[in-house]
């Protein structure tokens, strides 16, 4: 038989089964990671990350990136095992992040794990990396329910979903220009803060006042899309002005009214988006989500609302494999296909 023929029985077997052992791969931006998981725990779960790496270049460099999952990938699979203290024969499939992300660094995960489905001959899926952030929710809330909406905020995302299934989710709202992580990354820059900006600006918030008048884009609009380019902008403008008048510039000040804007917004419309279509409970994904301010303020109109407040540990928020094998869990119970050796990476999916 055929190598996809093979794959697909064995994937359909699983369909009805649980407790079977999932190899999820992740290599979609800066993170090398690799986990093993059986239904929705973590059985091992391994993360190589290069943040030290790009730090120097004040962002992540692509090609650099690349290079590294490829330096990384193999031990990082090694190590999970010994972790886990299985072998390869005790998987039953392979979960891979096909996209969206930097193509040539979802290029290795995919060729490595296309190779390793092959020279098992185990079903392969391919798993769309915003999704994954999502199903991250399942791992710590054993007992959460499809449908529900959700916050996604991460660093090129920033939406408001409406989760029905693996398969089906609605967007009802996102970013028209830059993501709030991306808006982080780049004012912390403008700080001379370094990479990654987000929890750097958290700490310099805690510092600070929110003394600093920013606009808030589509302020009293009814939508729910997001707009930070103008917000990024404004914090540029007052940091240039004030080094241009030779003033100090308030650092800690800038961080904790940039935070509080940035949060304010995302609050706002989640909770609206919940309120007019009849939703009680909210997740959140994404690095974002594991800011503590975001966290706080969500919690509080979360309890003000009676809508409950649904968040992976911050440890999960940022990219992991294990996220990428939960989702694949619930994407193989709704029937995705196996994935033939043509599967290709997707910087846009
Ligand atoms: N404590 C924090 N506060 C604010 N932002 C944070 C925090 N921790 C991480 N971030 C931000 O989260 C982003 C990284 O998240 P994530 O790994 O989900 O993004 P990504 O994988 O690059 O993008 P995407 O998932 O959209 O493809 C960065 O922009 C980072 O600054
Ligand atoms: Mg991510």
Request: glycine fraction near 8%; hydrophobic fraction near 45%.
């Amino acid at each position: 038989m055929e190598y996809l023929e093979i794959a697909k029985s064995k994937l359909q077997t699983l369909r009805a089964l649980d407790n079977y052992y999932i190899l999820a791969i992740e290599s979609s931006c800066d993170e090398t990671a690799v986990a093993i998981t059986r239904n929705t725990e973590i059985v091992a779960s391994v993360i190589s990350s290069q943040i030290d790496i790009h730090k120097r270049f004040g962002g992540v460099v692509p090609e650099i990136a690349s290079r590294n999952h490829i330096l990384a990938i193999d031990n990082l699979v090694k190590e999970a095992f010994k972790k886990a203290n299985l072998t390869f024969n005790d998987i039953s499939v392979i979960a891979v992040t096909y996209g969206a992300g930097l193509l040539g660094a979802l290029l290795v995960g995919v060729a490595y794990a296309k190779a390793l489905a092959y020279a098992l001959q185990l079903p392969l899926i391919a798993i769309n990396h915003v999704k994954s952030h999502v199903f991250a929710n399942f791992i710590a809330h054993k007992d959460l329910q499809m449908p529900f909406m959700c916050l996604l905020v991460s660093g090129g995302h920033t939406e408001i979903l409406e989760v029905k299934s693996y398969h089906d989710i609605e967007i009802l709202g996102s970013t028209l220009d830059d993501a709030v992580g991306e808006a982080f990354d780049k004012v912390a820059r403008v700080l001379g803060f370094s990479y990654p900006g987000g929890p750097e600006i958290e700490k310099h918030a805690k510092l600070g006042k929110n003394c600093i008048s920013l606009p808030r884009a589509f302020k009293g609009e009814k939508h729910f899309n997001f707009s930070y380019s103008g917000l990024k902008t404004a914090v540029l403008n007052y940091v240039n002005t004030l080094k241009l008048k030779g003033q100090d510039i308030p650092y800690n000040d800038i961080a904790c009214s940039f935070q509080t804007e940035a949060v304010a917004v995302l609050v706002e419309k989640a909770i609206r988006a919940c309120k007019k279509n009849n939703y009680n409970k909210l997740c959140i994904a994404g690095g974002v989500a594991a800011n503590g301010y975001l966290r706080n303020e969500l919690d509080k109109a979360g309890k003000k609302h009676n809508i409950e407040i649904i968040a992976p540990p911050k440890y999960l928020c940022t990219d992991n494999a294990a996220m990428v094998g939960v989702a694949g869990y619930f994407a193989i119970k709704e029937g995705i296909g196996a994935s033939d050796l043509y599967q290709d990476a997707d910087a846009r999916a």
